[in-house]
């Protein structure tokens, strides 16, 4: 057994478990419901993931693979038409049966598995790259998992709190400078040995322009100024279809925001709490982000300036990552301080979802895996409170439609110089 | 304490534990999922019918009374506009909290606290009249638990039973035969010393034409010769506005059906078995019932011939009520040589639900129960298996849309003479 | 060539020429447009009454017959499925093709070939009886024509009139005063020589409980006392699906109103105006004249109330019909002190549109005509000042969904005694 | 007056006037109606052509200006938010009134008073800028207005033409190479002297890989035989919102075609024809346009490339336009030999409608222009049988979202190299 094989079989382990622990703070009842098309139940996560093990690494090469329960084949395939039927996704909530307690049972079985299989095939290096994607994608679901229940527990005028509330005083946000980049020719998309989604492949050249990063993310406080300001009222403001999509749900402000007698409060994890404004404001659709830069004369970063900047910002020692979860954003002090580029807020970037130069989708069902979204999605550069450390990479691509606003989506302005 | 108040007790006491009773099968997640606007998670059915003892009852006549939860108000309210607030229905399922044992601990809280609070009432003929309400309030929402479950377990490709098989051999149906009745001027409406729903009053006159009814009601062998003959592909057959509904969802068979190898099978309460021929066809429509009296060359009853009938058929003492819940229908063998006034199917009739001559809403949000609701409904006539024992009545008016097709709704075949 | 045929030749030539007529104050735009799927372009009024004699008469009973246009069959069939194939009703404001000028030239085509038909065939009393539901079909027709130009007409900021203003100050509305009427057995339906449609048949006995009608419609002065009143801001007086309905339009008022400087405005036919408190309000829906009743503790009377009440009223020789068309409603100082039974509006009853006992639906493809849509429409009795002057029977039975506001549709109270 | 001034005039005259014949075989029923909120009526055009004039420029230079009728300001508003209030999209159709002949004569009106001010401003080059996009701006709706005009007389069953068939064969397809670039760094944007809008500029640097594009445009027999080949049936080769799309609609083939007798034909521009397998292949959407190049293994170009491309090939002097409007594509031998750039097709290219770096908006309601829109469409290159001549342009960005069928929108393949 080669010190490769424990490494794997330890990342596999740490990140399986993980999962499991995302839930403990829920009910059953929690992990079952579905507040909407876009979310999935947290039970459903804990399968999907889990199907993914079993359905392309133990039926491949599990010797007399015989599959925990053949339903589960329809029942927990996401979007892999390669893979056949799929259970219809706006009725994730309905799955009453199999129980959370059963799907549980179904990721030991497959965990204890996984665990006899990886001596066997850990010079199998296309396995152990698969067996990596397969992680790599838990820890996406992961993320999700946060926020579905997150919007889950708003839809509810209990107010229902994920997290205890942490007793930590925001400080005030730093001032904002403006950092000034001088662009030129430069490569970006992922170089190195490790993992890396396909869509950040190939590293290619890009010629960049003049142009300036703000040195923080814009914060709640900066955000209320543009809704008490009169953004919402202003079409000048804002992207035709965004208006046309704001006026049609008379949007007012952001997601999860009320205002209360004592000014604007906000669901988050920890319930509903009063704005602090010192924190990066997240939850921002495209266009609402969008609206703001124009309101601060500046626009969003593409996603080259993104990736461009953070390496020249990111190459000193002193980067650490933010602490995760424990509030909303986070709420460490040292976290403020720093340049943000992880760990606080997805970034949106003005870049539309696209293939990079020599993009090539990968052979079978895993090539499915980002290729065939590239159309009408926005970038979204960083990591946010709810990305599971390590997960993060200065060549991560996320994406979202630009309507989307139940991720911890927030924006760092750019302007051309 | 007087044997009046015992009895209202005992059936207080009955009533209610059979609620808990009905989701003894079923796990949290199922009582907590909502498949669709029309239906309520089990959960909420639970709470709901709580919520009328607390507000209508306890929160008027307790000394010191204290709300179980305040937020229950509004969280369990389901139409009294009167009341206040309410939760959106459709988002009914999203309520993860309370739990269900939170919902079960509010029963027990409100029955312990009805239980002391009927002695002292016992005298109060007006609140106890709003009790029995409330009892028969809560005998409507176990039937519509039972259909909501059903629908709900449907949505799900394991196909889970709520109740165990009955093994129980259908027998054949007997002959149809039509019973003749010569009509003229009959009076209909609850005329008794017992309770009974608003809309079933004043008693009233009215003339009837010389009608014949069908000795039993319409099988699913019949219904199924109405399919396999193309019933469903002949808009001669149809109201234009059923045909529209068929058309537009592309309908083929009632609900529930699946084509398999081996023949038609139904989705029921034991779990997705064979049609079994023999049993009165239930989960159809107006529109399909229409359809299929139409393919007979019959119609629909008036709500006045089936009452007027029913009466007629029932004053002999051999009238029992047919056996509830052991499948989806009753499995036993003399149901089905019965005259099947009760206890197989509701039954459509072609009358618009509408206000009898003289009818008067009561004050109050209570006046909300049955009035505003007399618009683009069917009167439904008799009980179905799903119908808890003696909440049945000959002058008994449930209601739908046309549309509705999750009930236990079949039909009896009319003929003009 | 008997009178019998020249009444009837007459009787074709009035009636056809009074669809060409009406469209006199059109363009050939104007008769092209459709403002929404209920409403047709007048254009297609004016082919498809055409189209109903080229195929249900001439088709048959001509020899030699050769079509207009082949393709005019289905592209002015409206609903007769018996008959194939039809053009989207939705659609049809697109068949700019056929120009009006040909549709005019359809017309003149048909009208010289049924002239020529109709010696031939006037002792075919079943064909003559064909040829007579033809024209009181066009009659119909003739009425939707002019409301949906009305709705047309409303949907263009120009407000544009289609008939010239009328210049009579109405006067004020007669004082309402309640009229009893005893009930008991009665005969209902039409029992005559003449035209009547199948709906009014067979003529049967029902059974009435005393009741009381209003002298007279409800005015729009007494209608914006509703609605400045907060009618349509309180929930109890509304039926729940109505308010529903409202709720999700914000609607505020009737159609066509506009509140402007100087208080209420109405777009009429003769383009916007003041509100005419005199004048019996329209363009009510089910709902909104329900809730208008409920207000003042009234109610809808039924249609046999209506009928039976109307029999007694309109023994008298002083009967006489209403002017029609001259404003939006009559405008004659008589008119208003008539009793109101026609000319005025549509006359919203409580009762659902269905069949009576013994109704038969004729076969072929004319007895699509009104049987098929007899569920969830309501019955509105009396004619508006938009129906053909000879139409209207104390039988007849018009019907909408409830939801319906485009039509001349008004109220008369009624009380229980 | 300068020949600048007679320049602009007769360029003026020439543009205004060419609006006017394009509705010249079209009835003011054909001009008025509307097919889907997508398109515009054809009246609909010509008058907001005109209203830009009448507001942007007369408005404010004329002097004693008094509108030609105040209500189309808001009538013939189209976007723009800074003017104030519109007519809402979807009802263009119901605008009846002003009839054609009313619109025609606002032309007229508007065309004499600029023709009168001209001469006045023509040293004013701001004024002058504004006027040439003015023309620019109506040239666009030129090409609108026959595409819409094609979709509105596609809904008609009797299958009319806007154009007399022209009686060419069309030659066979030349043989499809591909041609290598280099790529490196090179500019694209607007550099001229002339007119360009604002959304091709700044000209700014760009890196390109090295690729190649295909020698000519996809035919409809290319296109034929992806379809006939199970294309629209194979979920490996579409985008997921792309086959998502497809689904909903049900979709087996582009937009127009209907395979009748004799095989595939499409409705064009002169009616319903055989398809002619060697013109260009258009009405695809972008999901349409990439599932074929996935199909060949190839891909769409950037807007880049092609602007880089289109560059090097067209520095020759054989370059000339392809004829206009014949039928529906070109139907001159020599235009298929050409390299297609101009006149045949849109090219969908693989990139999202973005700002170039630097990019500014334009203040005041012009500046409405282009920006607005940059959000969810990609950018076509090239133009098309409806582009009128001299409208092309290299740097010419036209944009549509990717759903968008009803314009002449083709591909032309790019590959890595």
Chains 1, 2, 3, 4 share one sequence.
């Not at 909407?36 to 199907?51: E, G, Q, R």
């Not at 960049?208 to 543009?226: C, D, I, K, N, Q």
């Not at 007698?261 to 404004?277: A, D, I, R, V, Y």
Request: proline residues 8%; glycine residues 6%.
């Amino acid at each position: 057994m080669t010190a490769h094989h424990l490494d794997l079989l330890s990342h596999f382990t740490t990140v399986r478990n993980r999962s499991v622990a995302l839930v403990a703070p829920l009910s059953a009842e929690d992990c079952g419901a579905q507040s909407m098309p876009d979310a999935s139940p947290a039970k459903w996560h804990l399968a999907h993931t889990t199907w993914f093990f079993e359905t392309f690494v133990l039926e491949a090469h599990e010797p007399g693979f015989v599959p925990f329960q053949p339903a589960f084949r329809v029942l927990f395939n996401s979007y892999y038409n390669g893979v056949g039927a799929k259970h219809p996704r706006p009725q994730r909530g309905l799955l009453t049966r199999p129980p959370l307690t059963e799907v549980l049972a179904y990721r030991a079985n497959v965990d204890a598995r996984m665990a006899a299989l990886l001596p066997v095939v850990a010079h199998n290096a296309a396995l152990c790259a698969l067996i990596e994607l397969g992680l790599q994608h838990e820890q996406q679901h992961q993320e999700l998992l946060v926020t579905d229940v997150k919007h889950l527990l708003s839809c509810n005028p209990l107010w229902p709190a994920y997290l205890p509330t942490a007793v930590v005083l925001p400080p005030a946000a730093p001032a904002l400078h403006w950092q000034p980049f001088e662009g030129g020719l430069t490569d970006i998309g992922y170089a190195g040995e490790g993992f890396a989604f396909d869509n950040e492949s190939p590293r290619h050249r890009v010629y960049l322009h003049p142009y300036a990063l703000a040195s923080r993310l814009v914060t709640y406080a900066e955000y209320a100024a543009f809704v008490d300001g009169g953004g919402y009222q202003n079409p000048a403001l804002w992207l035709a279809e965004g208006w046309d999509w704001r006026a049609a749900q008379a949007l007012e402000h952001p997601l999860y925001w009320q205002r209360l007698e004592g000014g604007w409060h906000s669901f988050t994890l920890t319930g509903l709490q009063p704005l602090e404004g010192a924190r990066p404001v997240v939850h921002l659709s495209y266009y609402e982000a969008d609206a703001y830069a124009r309101w601060m004369s500046a626009r969003l970063p593409t996603e080259a300036e993104w990736e461009h900047a953070a390496r020249q910002s990111l190459e000193k020692p002193a980067f650490s990552q933010a602490p995760h979860l424990p509030g909303d954003d986070f709420s460490d002090a040292d976290a403020v301080q720093m340049v943000q580029w992880f760990g606080a807020a997805w970034q949106w970037t003005q870049s539309s979802y696209a293939p990079y130069p020599g993009f090539r989708v990968a052979d079978g069902a895993v090539g499915e895996y980002n290729g065939k979204f590239m159309v009408n999605q926005y970038v979204l550069r960083g990591s946010s409170v709810a990305t599971p450390l390590g997960h993060e990479r200065i060549s991560y691509r996320n994406f979202f439609p630009a309507t989307a606003r139940w991720q911890f989506t927030g924006l760092r302005l750019a302007r051309d110089l």
